[in-house]
């Protein structure tokens, strides 16, 4: 027993020592697990990372965009790796921050969990991300949840934090419109007229329900495959404006100036829709959320680079919104009061104890605007 006892010491002053290594290096240390969702059609696998610390942290569940993309953010039909989650994850760590990441149904690591690819269902999606918000709702080492979506991911998030007991929401590149539109915008960009009327009648058909066969020696043939038109059907019918009306927690809206999948006209639309978020431009930040500023080939590039950091700015404000969060009393009011104490100007009188928390913690009413 005590040579057990002299091991598990020496263990734990081992760990603590490394992870003292780790914080001088990178500012702040973490720790790295796999974690796992049981679901009726398989397991649905992930990563959290966690803090260095004791105490209860908040967790941010992180959801990946569209196709098929895993749990760090990587697209598995494109060469290379950008691991924008997955450094997103380990900033946020390194800032007292916990996150959970998972590939999707049918994805990397969860590739079983989809029975076949003509069976997926956007909500099938929401309801895996609320699934994993309840299954860390219980555990004790978690003070606030906080549901975080990219891109497609960003829409999942939104169903996902009106399914589930969730403290706060973040969009990320999110869209305001139907899919349908916005792929209706991309595809005329950047294809010859005759592509993209073809493209565009077959939008229109989904866009109302109805699937349209597709000849094999169409362009977009791989796009529009009769097997992945279901689940483009259940995605098509959210409008993400109108559902994020309806969402009840403090909102977040992130958008990159340099997104060229996504306008920031998009976020504008969004923060109308839901006038109490907080929106946040972030200057010279792309799609996969680095620093680009450039034509679409250094574009396309940093989606496959894994060495180009973060923008700063985005773990900044995601850091801001969370401890705000946690400061923020428990009410039905909570969105309306995060608004107010970060953007208006005079703070209600009611508030003013939640400003003056935000003002500790080194925000003032206009640090998120991003203007």
């Given amino acids: 027993m005590r040579h057990r006892g002299w091991v598990t010491v020496a263990t734990l002053v081992g760990a603590l020592a490394l992870a003292s290594a780790n914080a001088r290096a990178q500012g702040g240390a973490w720790f790295a697990d796999t974690t796992v969702l049981e679901t009726p059609t398989g397991i649905l696998r992930g990563s959290i990372m966690l ?13 990946s965009g569209s196709g098929p993309t895993d ?18 994850a380990q900033a946020l760590a390194e800032r007292g921050i916990a996150s959970v990441r998972y590939d999707k149904r049918g994805v990397a690591a969860s590739a079983r969990a989809a029975t076949s690819e003509e069976d ?21 080492r978690f003070s606030r949840i906080i549901i975080a979506g990219h891109s497609e991911g960003a829409m999942l998030g939104i169903l996902a934090t009106q399914r589930a007991p969730a403290d706060g929401y973040i969009s990320i590149a999110g869209i ?58 259940s995605w098509f019918k959210w409008d993400p404006a109108a559902e994020l009306a309806k969402v009840k927690v403090p909102v977040l809206i992130l958008q990159g100036t340099t997104d060229i999948q996504v306008a920031v006209a998009e976020a504008d639309s ?32 940093s989606y496959s680079d894994p060495a180009l950091p973060l923008v700063g700015t985005v773990v900044d404000a995601i850091a801001k919104f969370v401890k705000a969060i946690l400061q923020m009393r428990q009410t039905r009011e909570g969105s309306e009061q995060l608004a107010a104490v ?17 003002e500790r913690l080194g925000l003032d009413r206009h640090v998120l605007s991003g203007n």
């Fill in 71 to 88: 749990r760090d953010g990587n697209s598995l039909g494109l060469p290379g790796k950008n691991n924008a989650l997955g450094m997103l």
């Fill in 51 to 63: 803090p260095f610390a004791l105490g209860k942290f908040p967790l941010v569940v992180l959801i």
């Fill in 120 to 140: 997926l269902r956007f909500e099938m999606y929401a309801d895996d991300a609320a699934a994993w918000v309840r299954k860390f709702r219980t555990d004790k």
């Fill in 342 to 358: 970060l953007m208006h100007d005079p703070v209600p009188a009611d508030y003013a104890r939640d400003y003056a928390n935000l």
């Fill in 176 to 233: 305001a419109r139907p899919a349908d539109a916005v792929l209706h915008d991309q595809l005329a960009a950047g294809l010859p007229k005759p592509v993209a009327d073809q493209a565009d009648a077959i939008l229109a058909s989904l866009a109302v329900g109805k699937t349209v066969p597709v000849p094999r020696d169409m362009p977009l043939s791989a796009v529009f495959r009769a097997s992945v038109q279901p689940y483009m059907i």
């Fill in 270 to 301: 969004l923060q109308k829709a839901a006038p109490t978020a907080t929106l946040v431009k972030v200057e010279g930040m792309n799609h996969v959320l680095k620093g680009v500023v450039g034509d679409q080939a250094t574009q396309l590039r």
